[in-house]
């Protein structure tokens, strides 16, 4: 047990005064048993700004630390629920408790939709039918699935929900499922594309289980929660409410800050099992306490303070740290408290420092220096950064920092109004910094498809192009406005970090037709359950004067993928003409229309299309495999394996392209390479046993000795899924027939029929299964009778499914 004086010490070191009532009531709470009606397994913390919600959330943390729980804390850096389950499973696993399951089953998650969302097999075939059927892309699609829940509550978002056709989304999504399942060939690899959400918690909760049973408790910390409700109310609310997932461990505290009341209508039949804990300024006494504590004892200095700062905490704090001893110290009310703040300081440099260093949204080091001016000299930058960290509005960890939104917001709108020269100045400097961070990520990564799924390359990109808006809206506007353009990639978060990103420069630099644009933008984003909606987004942005001629074109361009991907192709074209109108050598727009040409079945156009774009960027793995892909329909297999050979060069692990190439090497009798490219799709993806299925079938066509081994390992994986969930199991055991099949095993493949279809498959999974037994039946020239009778077999098992659907 501590001493006196040492709990004495521990309280003076965290200098907290004040919220004693709230911290005893969640201290209190570790104290009931779990089982106990009193104990509460959800607090929503809520209040305005600069109350001193994140101060009592970090007391708490600090509170459940002291108890033992391992700790997880999110702030609106994330903006979906898997973006939650991914930090948490991160910091948990920096720990000591890591999320293995989960982790490996995340990883499956973003390589399939990669794949998913670059295979152009994928892309025509999700929504068949005629020219004028309507339908949202596959990437929106798959968005759909990701889990963006409670759109419905966001301003503006009406509109579009209401737009929504249940029987449209169904259709739609019961055809990517059958193309997904041709593709993956995996029952749950098409489930983890078409529903994220659903596949990754249960593995999310169990590991959330382990750690409980690791530790006496598991706390989760969910601040400034304001903004991340809309997508998070709903996933969050089934996890802690209900059995939807699985089940929460008992042990598991939940904690949620934010400005407002939870939405009633999310959790409205829960609320009675949530704690409020509202939040308003100090109390008198509370204020008093804390000055107290900061040596101000001087009445008349405490009503000064106490009226500037209106009693909101972050500001008694703030205008208490200098330890005034009479009023006009403290200022004339008319005069800001961040003013008074910097008048305290009596180092010049360290006002000019707290001022600078306000204008990055977040900060380390590196971006201090540049911040106030140092460049590369780095002398005593060490402690002057801690000293800024030291400050009492500013908050961070793992070397990183951010102020107050309060006081930032002050310290901001005096800058701007006091020097503009030197504000633009600032924000350039800044834009530059993240700029350097940005081309070097790109120098790891070239492709510009892999930067879109890198989280470091957002970020500086966002930073860049933030402090390049604040240091001039209307001149940064227009490319601005073309990088709106090129984010809308449907699904993405990232989409939804722009629209935030408009709204906030907005209010930074004092743009309200920039804010109303982000919130616009904002409203459209989040309502990607509606057909067309990234179609509404890029009309919206093409309606804006301020977009540039290079940016007009891509939003056309971008927009005839929309229209490509609903089969109209008439609007799609229009969209490309316009778009070479505009700009004749923009690559995507080249490839966009000989991608439409090789859907209507235009070929020769289509390829004198992909080919000009090939010669705009020679470094477009997608335009070489859809090239590639047009001369292997038209049979002209050398140009197709040259096209998708070129692919594979500039992206070692585009699978769909590796695999096509194998199937042509298989298919012209060059079986060393198809068995490199199969060999390499298994390094690629090890735990699908389909690839080491194809490795037999093609060393079996070979004579290669290693067949035996790749069927054993391929009934290895498929045997060891039986045991996964019950989709994974079917899968598995339809796999396990067609290996029996393929190896001319009958008495086998009577036993592995009656175990995939006493699983009660899906009909989907029943007429892969039959269609993979006629593919291999031909490839090795199985017995056609014996074939025969299981496909009949098959094909009466689908017809019950049907039915049953």
């Given amino acids: 047990m501590p001493s006196r004086q040492e709990i004495i010490r521990r309280r003076r070191r965290t200098g907290f005064v004040g919220r004693r009532g709230e911290i005893a009531a969640f201290q209190d709470n570790f104290a009931r048993d779990p089982q106990d009606d009193q104990y509460q397994f959800l607090f ?62 995340l990883a499956t998650y973003r390589q399939r939709r990669q794949e998913a969302e670059s295979s152009p097999a994928l ?138 009341r939870l939405n009633a209508r999310v959790w409205g039949d829960w609320l009675d099992l949530v704690a409020e804990i509202p939040l308003d300024v100090f109390t008198d006494e509370e ?124 310290m901001l709108r005096l800058q701007r109004k006091q020097s503009p020269i030197r504000w633009r100045e600032q924000h350039l400097r800044l834009a530059d910094v993240f700029r350097s961070r940005r081309l070097a990520v790109e120098r790891v990564l070239r492709r510009e498809r892999a930067c879109l799924w890198d989280a470091g390359w957002w970020e500086h990109h966002l930073n860049e192009v933030y402090h390049r808006l604040c240091a001039d809206p209307r001149e940064a506007l227009p490319a601005a406005l073309g990088q709106t353009v090129w984010s809308c990639i449907p699904g993405t978060a990232e989409m939804n970090r722009w629209s935030q990103l408009l709204v906030r420069v907005g209010g930074d630099a004092g743009a309200d037709s920039l804010a109303m644009l982000g919130r616009q933008l904002e409203s459209i984003a989040d309502a990607e359950e509606s057909t067309g909606v990234l179609t509404a987004v890029l009309t919206l942005l093409l309606a804006r004067t301020e977009l540039g001629t290079k940016g007009r074109a891509l939003a056309h361009t971008v927009r005839a993928r929309e229209h490509r991907k609903a089969k109209q192709y008439g609007r799609a074209l229009a969209d490309c003409g316009t778009a070479l109108e505009l700009d004749p050598g923009l690559g995507r727009a080249w490839a966009g229309s000989g991608e439409i040409y090789r859907l209507v079945g235009r070929y020769e156009e289509a390829l004198t299309n992909f080919t000009r774009a090939i010669e705009i960027d020679p470094d477009d793995s997608w335009a070489f495999a859809i090239r590639g892909r047009i001369y292997g329909e038209l049979e002209r297999r050398e140009e197709a394996l040259a096209d998708l050979t070129c692919s594979l060069a500039i992206y070692p692990g585009y699978l769909w392209a590796l695999v096509n190439r194998a199937d042509i ?84 493949t009577e036993v592995r029929l009656t175990e995939l279809l006493a699983s009660d498959p899906e009909e989907v999974r029943i007429r892969t299964v039959r269609q993979d037994l006629r593919e291999i039946q031909q490839l090795l020239a199985l017995d056609e009778g014996q074939v025969g009778r299981l496909c009949e077999v098959l094909e009466t098992a689908e017809v019950e499914a049907s039915a049953r659907a």
Wanted: aromatic share 6%.
């Fill in 123 to 260: 892309q025509s075939e999700a929504n068949p039918g005629g020219t004028d059927s309507g339908g949202a892309s596959l990437s929106s699609t798959l968005a759909v699935q990701a889990g963006l829940t409670g759109l419905g509550m966001l301003p503006g978002v009406g509109a579009f929900t209401g737009a929504v056709d249940p029987r449209q989304l169904a259709q739609r999504t019961d055809r990517l499922r059958a193309s997904l399942s041709a593709r993956f060939r995996s029952h749950d690899d098409v489930q983890l594309v078409l529903d994220p959400v659903r596949m990754l918690t249960p593995p999310f909760l169990e590991g959330l289980a382990q750690a409980g049973e690791r530790r006496p408790w598991v706390a989760l910390f969910f601040d400034t929660y304001e903004r991340t409700a809309p997508v998070l109310d709903t996933w969050l609310r089934d996890i802690l409410m209900t059995d939807r997932y699985g089940s929460l461990p008992l042990n598991t505290v939940a904690v949620a800050a934010g400005q407002g």
């Fill in 287 to 410: 204020a008093r306490r804390l000055l107290a504590t900061r040596g101000v004892t001087e009445d008349e200095v405490i009503d000064a303070i106490l009226d500037l700062s209106g009693r909101l905490p972050v500001l008694v704090d703030m205008l208490a740290q200098k330890n005034p001893h009479e009023p006009t110290a403290v200022g004339d009310p008319s005069d800001t408290a961040v003013e008074r703040f910097l008048k305290w300081e009596s180092d010049p440099q360290r006002r000019a420092a707290a001022l600078a260093c306000a204008l990055p949204l977040r900060l380390d080091e590196d971006v201090y220096r540049v911040a106030v001016g140092e460049g590369d000299s780095g002398g005593g930058t060490g402690e002057e950064y801690a000293w800024l960290q030291g400050l009492p509005f500013i908050s961070g960890e793992a070397g990183r920092c951010r102020y107050h939104d309060v006081v930032r917001t002050q």
């Fill in 665 to 748: 090497y298989r298919s012209t009798g060059r079986y060393e390479e198809a068995i490199a490219d199969y060999s390499r799709a298994a390094q690629l993806d090890p735990s699908d046993g389909w690839y080491a299925l194809e490795l037999a079938v093609v060393c079996h066509m070979a004579g290669r000795s290693e067949e035996h081994a790749h069927w054993l390992r391929a009934q290895e994986l498929f045997t060891e899924q039986t045991g996964g969930s019950p989709i994974s199991a079917a899968r598995a055991r339809g796999n396990l027939l067609i290996a029996a099949c393929a190896q001319s095993r009958w008495e086998s």
């Fill in 44 to 105: 929503h913390i809520h209040g305005n700004a600069g109350v001193g919600k994140t101060t009592l959330v970090r007391q708490w943390e600090d509170v459940a630390r002291e108890k033992g729980a391992a700790i997880a804390s999110v702030g609106d850096e994330v903006h979906s629920a898997l973006e939650v389950m991914e930090s948490v499973s991160a910091q948990l696993r920096g720990q000591g408790l890591p999320f293995k399951d989960f982790d490996r089953l």
